[in-house]
């Protein structure tokens, strides 16, 4: 799975290709790093994810929840159409804050 | 020694001068005998200590012992004064192998013990003051030093294998004892048929079910922990005393009550993991013809009537998702023919080679197609065509699968 920060908006990230439980750990260490430069709020674009398993929505419930804990925006952006089925199935999509947008040119 | 350095025998004759000439002549030859000895001598012990250090045993891993060993050979070896390892040093420095005067007429080595890119110290040694360290003594030192490095890393290498075999005994002992959770026997109810079918992907997950009589009815449960491996099935373990614990709580036919109660029991454990549960409770009244289903995020559901099979989606998000709330649920008919399917994305979610999901949609359509086959035979055609679609792709998740048939009309008891 690639991740790719916006270089126009750094809150932007987006993932491209399958989040599953072999990539929760590298998208948790590029969100701590980003933290640590001081860029808290997040908004995670998933229209090139073609697949997501139940570690990787439990990896966006804790970004949520640790945004709401700290006071800091989580948002997931444009889900493909993969991910909003998983979401609306498992009634996830209830908990976490959605958004379809119109791309932010890199 | 040459036959030109003997003394010849006229020179030995001259009364004036030979006998002088003689002694002087018998002392340097003697010198040298003398230090060809030592030189024999010296090369003797240094082949012995080579032997000794070429000699392997399993008590040679240790690492003290093989530092030990290399210090005292090294000592023999070099003719050495002093010879020490020390633990540390420069790491970065490149492969150095110093010589330096130490301004009394002794040299001075320190050789660095590496192995690849691992470091472990240096070997020191300082010559004695009749002999200055030379350059064959730099590479003996350096193939000291070498070889060193190579027991040190077996050492290493032995530990660590010793480490994971341990560990992963302890993980089989633990995923053992986690999926017992699951080893009650299913009730026995007239009228109903009940199977089960659960498969970990590794030595244990996070799936769970559980069936319980209450009343004249049934209640069942049916999980999945987010996440894999041990770490799931633990959750799973508590998971499953949770739903046992509130099927005896909860009176007959409130499915969601049931479910309210083990999202209360379990939502505070869920919140420290950041882990969550999909799970359906469901309870089954064959007085009333009903089957009351509450569903946390949980898929695929499927109720088969009169042969049409239809998806029954969640309520809600998965427990652990939001505090512990209360739980609605819905009410289907069940009568005599009708099945209740439950599954786990251990069906849904496998891929075959091409990367293609077996998915929902083909999960319900066989399902659907099956017709009164009984439920046992419902798991095994349901495991053989996900088998049969993953082909040689391994098995991307837990799968669990639980089927409740209500008896055809005319066979109720």
């Known amino acids: 799975m690639e991740i790719a920060q916006n270089q126009n908006d750094p809150s932007m990230v987006a993932l491209h290709g399958r989040f599953d439980a072999n990539e929760c750990d590298r998208l948790d260490a590029f969100v701590q790093r980003m933290r640590e430069k001081g860029q808290a709020d997040l908004k995670l674009d998933l229209s090139a994810v073609s697949f997501v398993d139940s570690s990787a929505l439990a990896s966006l419930v804790w970004l949520s929840k640790w945004a709401t804990a700290n006071n800091q925006r989580f948002e997931v952006h444009n889900p493909s159409d993969s991910v909003s089925v998983i979401l609306e199935i498992t009634a996830i999509d209830r908990a976490l804050t959605i958004r379809n947008t119109s791309p932010v040119p890199q | 020694m ?15 001068t030979g006998s002088s000439a003689g002694s002087a002549e018998i002392g340097r030859l003697r010198h040298q005998l003398e230090e060809l000895t030592d030189a024999h001598v010296l090369a003797n012990e ?27 050979e090294a000592r023999t070896l070099l003719g050495a004064a002093q010879t020490a390892y020390r633990v540390g040093g420069d790491a970065t420095s490149p492969n150095p192998t110093l010589s330096y005067d130490r301004g009394d007429g002794q040299t001075a080595l320190v050789v660095p013990v590496r192995s690849d890119d691992q470091y472990f110290g240096v070997l020191e040694v300082v010559s004695s003051p009749r002999h200055r360290f030379s350059t064959a003594d730099m590479k003996l030192t350096e193939a000291l030093c070498n070889q060193l ?26 995923s053992i004892l986690a999926q017992a959770a699951l080893n009650r026997p299913l009730p026995v109810v007239e009228g109903l048929e009940l199977a089960t079918f659960n498969r970990p992907a590794r030595a244990a997950g996070g799936d769970f079910y559980a069936a319980a009589r209450c009343g004249d009815g049934l209640y069942l449960a049916l999980g999945d922990v987010s996440g894999k491996g041990l770490p799931a099935a633990l959750i799973m373990s508590s998971a ?11 009176s007959a036919g409130t499915a969601n009550v049931a479910l309210s109660e083990i999202d209360r029991q379990l939502s505070s454990y869920l919140a420290e993991t950041g882990l969550f549960i999909t799970i359906v409770v469901a309870y089954v009244d064959l007085k009333q013809n009903q089957i009351q289903l509450s569903n946390a995020g949980h898929s695929p559901v499927i109720i088969t009537q009169d042969g049409k099979a239809t998806n029954s989606y969640a309520d809600g998000p998965p427990i652990g998702v939001l505090e512990a709330r209360t739980h609605g649920s819905r009410s289907w008919d069940f009568n005599p023919g009708d099945m209740l399917f439950l599954g786990t994305d251990g069906c849904t979610d496998q891929t075959n080679a091409g990367g293609a999901l077996f998915g929902e949609d083909r999960v319900t359509r066989l399902i659907g197609n099956l017709g009164n086959i009984p439920a046992t035979e ?12 993953a082909g040689d792709e391994d098995q991307i998740d837990d799968l669990t699968a639980m089927v409740v048939r209500r008896d055809p009309e005319g066979q109720d008891k």
Request: proline fraction near 3%; charge should be negative; hydrophobic fraction near 40%.
């Open chain 2, 46 to 72: 240094q082949f012995l200590a080579l032997h000794r250090l070429s000699e392997f045993s399993s008590a040679s891993l240790d690492p003290e012992v093989a530092v030990k060993r290399t210090v005292d």
């Open chain 2, 240 to 250: 499953t005393s949770a739903t046992y614990s509130a099927f005896e709580r909860c």
């Open chain 2, 378 to 389: 419902v798991l095994t055609r349901l495991t053989r065509d996900v088998d049969e679609f």
């Open chain 2, 149 to 174: 490095a190579m027991v040190l890393k077996l050492s290493t290498l032995h530990h660590e294998a010793i480490e994971r075999t341990i560990i992963e005994r302890d993980y089989n002992t633990a």
């Open chain 2, 2 to 16: 040459t036959a030109e350095t003997l003394p010849s025998a006229e020179a030995s004759s001259d009364p004036s």
